[in-house]
């Protein structure tokens, strides 16, 4: 059973920092992991990703204030959130793209997501 465990989120002010944490069982093979966020009223939006060798890649909102890495040894994914910003405030999510099996496609898979509120 797949499953991608978030942790980090929560309420801070404006200028503050957060570490978000997803750590993914049950996928045999990872490619690329990331983080995506979705606002009340927008739609989901990528964040930042990166992929199993290091190359990262991220919105140009969060450029400098965000981080993403990874350890590929837990299979987790971390984002650094620095300088946030009320506009920051979302439901942060999750994503792992991998394969369950040898054989098996790759598709995408998504954590529950854990929400960030900023304060002004």
């Known amino acids: 059973q797949v499953q991608l465990v978030e942790s980090g989120g929560g309420l801070v002010q404006a200028g503050g920092s957060l570490r978000l944490s997803c750590a993914a069982s049950?996928?045999?093979?990872?490619?690329?992991m990331g983080w995506y966020r979705q606002a009340p009223g927008k739609q989901r939006e990528l964040v930042a990703r990166?992929?199993?060798?290091?190359?990262?890649n991220y919105a140009d909102s969060v450029k400098g204030r965000f981080n993403i890495s990874r350890d590929n040894v837990k299979n987790t994914v971390y984002l650094q959130i620095n300088t946030l910003k009320p506009e920051d405030t979302a439901v942060y999510y999750c994503?792992?793209?991998?394969?369950?099996?040898?054989?098996?496609?790759?598709?995408?898979?998504w954590g529950q997501g854990t929400q960030v509120t900023v304060s002004s």
């Open positions: 994503n792992a793209e991998g394969f369950v099996c040898s054989g098996c496609s790759t598709r995408p898979y």
């Open positions: 049950g996928i045999f093979s990872i490619n690329d």
């Open positions: 990166i992929s199993r060798g290091g190359h990262t």
